[in-house]
Structures are given as C-alpha cells and as structure tokens.
C-alpha cells in the first residue's frame, strides 16, 4: 500500500481558488493511477478526478469540469489538484486515491489507499 497525506485545504470565498496536494510514500508512486473525490455532509463520497500514471489521461466529474485541473509531478510523489471558480457546492472533505496500475478508473471501489482527507470549505 502507498500511504497518502493531503494538504491545502481551507476556507475560501465563492469564484476563489485553492490547490490541493496529495504526498505519497512507501511505494513506487509512478505505478499508480491516483484520484480525488470528495465527501460533503450528509452525502455519499462521490469521484471528482483521475489521473493515470504517467499523466496522459485525466478525468473529470461532469460537476468540475473546466474548474478543476488534476495533475501530478512523478518525481516529486505528488498529485495536485488545482481548483478555480470555487461554489458553495464545493465545500466537503476531499480525499486523495491511489490504485495500483496503468488503467485510470472513477471507480471508488477500485482505490485501494486513501488519505485522511482534507476540508475545503466555500462561502458564498
């Protein structure tokens, strides 16, 4: 397993930004496929973004799409997730995801290490 540790959460007016950054150690980062998704209250973890290994293939909700950018940097174990044009809507605990492998998935069930999450927040 690869153990994973976000930051750069917080508190953030509506139409700001924020950039999050998941650390990973323990494994060869470079052989995961790596996700966010997100938890608000009351509401189900849902997918927000995939990246494969390499970087070559990402994925979106349809909710983030074109506010949201995920990208990752191999040789710093790290994967980011830039989020711009921030909404209320937005606000919950985001998580960070690994699965081991070449093929990107949206799949919760499939992310075999998680992190401990951290909130974003977004007033209106």
């Known amino acids: 397993q690869v153990q994973l540790v976000e930051s750069g959460g917080g508190l953030v007016q509506a139409g700001g930004s924020l950039r999050l950054s998941c650390a990973a150690s323990g494994r060869t980062f470079s052989n995961y496929a790596m996700g966010w998704f997100r938890q608000a209250p009351g509401k189900e973890r849902e997918f927000v973004a995939a990246i494969s290994w390499k970087g070559g293939s990402t994925y979106y909700a349809d909710s983030v799409k074109g506010r949201f950018t995920i990208s990752r940097d191999n040789a710093k174990n790290t994967v980011y997730l830039q989020m711009n044009s921030l909404k209320p809507e937005d606000t919950a605990v985001y998580y960070c995801?690994?699965?081991?492998?070449?093929?990107?998935?949206?799949?919760?069930?499939?992310?075999?290490?998680w992190g401990q999450g951290t909130q974003v927040t977004v007033s209106s």
């Open positions: 995801a690994a699965v081991l492998g070449e093929i990107v998935t949206t799949v919760e069930a499939d992310f075999g290490s």
